[in-house]
């Protein structure tokens, strides 16, 4: 029963679970009565969700709207609508709405609607005086009630028949701003007002303006009234007559009131706390002009012009000269005249920087001039105390040119070759501006105009160029040209291609001579040479100056020491040092010294193969010592006749024993005979044929041994050893 129940409730739950199935189809925004509208117009923001469900069953909606980002409206309803009511919409309304609606988990939102409320509240002005006085300031507030900020506010000042005057004011945090506008001279009655401005996003068009605010009308009050300038001598006004000026006003209150007198710019006079400014002068020809009267009392301030007309009494005196420019201790002649006007007092002054020298109070002047007297020369005329000065006459007096004098600049008169020649021409006396010419040979090269000297830059020297250079001088004095001493250029030619050779050359024996050869391809004389070894410190070997374009040095002894790399440096008035190139010299030993040496190891060759020779023999012979003791006894009395038999009839002898038979049967020593030859110590080996007879007479076996003697030669005290080694024949018995 338990479980019908339990499948029965599933079955349910089931079905109501299946009949609760809805989805959002689409959410939509709208303006009415449109996405434009007027300001100060109703307008309302309607939401609307249109969803499909399963089954007619209840749900619930959480409606939002918001503009710009921001919430302005939420509601939870049962329906899918939402309506946000603006009674009285205003700019600050517009922007761009959107909605979204929530149910059972399920969201959806509309697209951005975009809502614009055209126009602006109408500004409200406010002044803060009705009436103020010339010179103050009208402080003004503008507001824009129920705008939202940023704003700008555009304020304007109107006068009768100008322009308005406007100034503008950003506010970005309040709805409202203030400004103060100037009242100047001439303002009566002002008429202000003003107009608000706001940003539009997402339209073309920048910025939206109010209607003008309501007019706001300010009196201003004179605090003083327009001064008035005067003259109170004749209107017809001459040069030397006074001349009265009066500058008055009427003000409401004294305080802080000031006149001021102007000429171009120029304050001529100045009272405060007066009403009346008064000026006199005599009047002269610059006294010519307009006038100015200011009062002035805080920033108010009002003007008055009078254009004032001087008459001429005399014209300025003309000063003449016989001669503006002449040589010294000439005279001349200065003349000072009005025209038309005779009746003057004249003078004549020359100009200087402390203050006008005067020369003479006449109408004439002669003097005789010098150089010193060279200057601006004036006259002066004066009439009823009015003095006119003429304009200034410049005399030029000139002293003749000496002699000029030509050199280079460097000192000597000479030039290194493709180096530019400077040269210098001055003189010792003579009136500026003097006028300097250069001449190489006859042409001409530079003109220059100076005062005491001059200057010629040649940049084109050659060797063989033979031309010498002169200049002249010349000014304004009538003794005319002077010339210059011909300078003659010696043009120095620079070092080239050094050589440096030596005889003999790579290899020198110990102890010759070597000669050494420096010579240069180009270069003028003198010629200072050296030659250098080079080592960690290069070492100067020798030194020399001719005037020739080669040297040569002698080396007389040359030693190992002197083995290495030389070179050779040359020089002369260029001051450029130019290297050869190296040369390597190997010292070697002489030939005498070769064959000592020679001779010395052949010494020690002969001597080491003597010792080798008599070790080897001493060996074998203390080996072979005892049997050679016994053959040598056996064999002397059966071979003594035979031997001397054999010696006689041929010839030989035998010479083991050390001894020779004469032709008298003595016996001799051997060392009698060999004299000096014996003092080397020498082996001779001596093959002698013996023939052995056979004691029982048998018949006569001949057989060939073999002795080998040994002579040797000691020291005269010492004893002779010889020794005889015989061998025999194998079939020997």
């Known amino acids: 029963m338990y479980l019908a129940l339990l499948v029965i409730f599933l079955q349910c739950s089931g079905v109501y679970t299946q009949e609760r199935v809805f989805t959002f189809n689409s959410v939509e925004i709208r303006a009415e009565p449109s996405v434009k509208v007027k300001n100060g117009a109703p307008m309302s923001i309607i939401c609307y969700a249109d969803i499909s469900k399963s089954a007619n069953f209840h749900l619930q909606h959480n409606i939002t709207i918001f503009k710009d980002g921001k919430l302005v409206y939420m509601i939870v309803s049962d329906k899918g609508v939402a309506q946000y009511e603006v009674p009285i919409a205003r700019s600050s309304d517009t922007g761009e709405y959107d909605c979204t609606v929530k149910a059972d988990g399920k969201t959806k939102s509309s697209n951005p609607l975009h809502v614009w409320v055209t126009g602006m509240t109408k500004p409200i002005l406010t002044a803060e005086k009705r009436e103020v006085l010339e010179g103050e300031v009208v402080k003004l507030r503008c507001e824009l009630p129920e705008e939202v900020p940023p704003l700008q506010f555009l304020f304007r000042k109107i006068k009768m028949n100008s322009t308005p005057k406007e100034k503008y004011v950003f506010e970005a945090h309040r709805n409202f701003s203030t400004v103060e506008f100037s009242v100047e001279e001439g303002d009566n009655i002002l008429q202000f007002d003003c107009f608000g401005k706001r940003y539009v996003k997402h339209i073309n068009i ?100 009078l254009n004032v007309v001087v008459a001429e009494l005399f014209p300025k005196p003309i000063l003449s000269a016989s001669m503006s420019k002449l040589d010294e201790n000439k005279e001349l002649t200065l003349s000072c005249s009005i025209s038309g006007f005779r009746k003057a007092n004249f003078s004549i002054l020359r100009r200087n920087s402390n203050g006008d020298i005067l020369l003479k109070n006449s109408r004439n002047l002669t003097m005789r001039v010098n150089v010193n007297d060279t200057g601006s020369y004036i006259c002066k005329a004066e009439v009823k105390r009015i003095a006119k000065e003429s304009k200034p006459v410049r005399i030029s007096v000139y002293a003749p040119v000496s002699k000029p004098t030509l050199s280079v600049v460097s000192g000597l008169p000479e030039v290194v070759l493709g180096k530019p020649l400077r040269l210098i021409c001055r003189l010792l006396m003579g009136t500026p501006p003097i006028t300097f010419t250069f001449y190489k040979g006859n042409e001409v090269k530079k003109v220059v105009i100076n005062d005491t000297y001059a200057t010629f830059l040649d940049e084109n020297i050659r060797q063989n160029d033979k031309r010498g250079y002169k200049c002249d001088a010349r000014n304004n004095h009538s003794s005319g040209v002077k010339t210059s001493n011909i300078l003659n250029i010696t043009v120095i030619v620079p070092i080239q291609n050094v050589s440096l050779g030596s005889i ?43 005037s020739t374009d080669r040297i040569v040095w002698h080396k007389e002894t040359m030693s190992r020491q002197d083995t290495g790399t030389y070179y050779c440096m040359v020089s002369n008035r260029a001051k450029v040092n130019v290297k050869s190139h190296p040369i390597t010299i190997n010292v070697i030993l002489a030939s005498w010294q070769k064959g000592v040496i020679a001779a010395f190891v052949l010494i020690l060759i002969a001597g080491a193969i003597t010792l080798t020779v008599w070790w080897f023999l001493c ?115």
């Open 206 to 305: 920048e910025l939206e303006s109010s209607e003008p605010s309501n007019r706001t009308l300010v009196t201003v009050k004179e605090p003083f009234i327009k001064p008035s300038l005067i003259i109170k001598s004749t209107s017809n006004i001459t040069e030397g007559d006074r001349i009265e000026f009066e500058c008055s006003t009427v003000v409401a209150r004294m305080r802080d009131i000031e006149i001021i007198l102007q000429k171009n710019k120029t304050i001529l006079n100045s009272v405060r706390d007066e009403k009346l400014l008064k000026y006199s002068a005599v009047a002269t020809l610059e006294d010519s002009g307009e006038y100015l009267c200011k009062v002035e009392q805080g920033r108010a301030s009002k003007t008055t012009k």
């Open 504 to 546: 003999p050359y790579g290899e020198v024996e110990d102890g010759s001579e070597t000669v050494f050869l420096c010579s240069v391809e180009e270069g003028s004389w003198p010629i200072h040479f050296k030659i250098f070894k080079k080592t960690d410190h290069d070492t100067l070997l020798y030194e020399k100056t001719e």
């Open 619 to 733: 060996k074998k012979k203390k080996a072979k010592g005892s049997s050679m003791e016994m053959s040598r006894s056996a064999l002397a009395t059966n071979s003594t006749n035979e031997k001397l038999a054999r010696q006689h009839n041929d010839g030989d002898y035998y010479s083991g024993s050390g001894y020779i038979e004469d032709g008298e049967n003595h016996m001799k020593s051997t060392d009698e005979n060999k004299g000096t030859d014996l003092e080397s110590a020498e082996v001779e080996y001596t093959e002698v044929e013996v023939s052995t007879l056979d004691p029982h007479r048998a018949p006569v076996q001949k057989g060939t041994e073999t002795v080998y003697s040994e002579i040797r030669k000691a020291n005269n005290d010492s004893t002779e050893n010889r020794h005889s080694r015989i061998q025999g024949h194998p079939d020997a018995t």
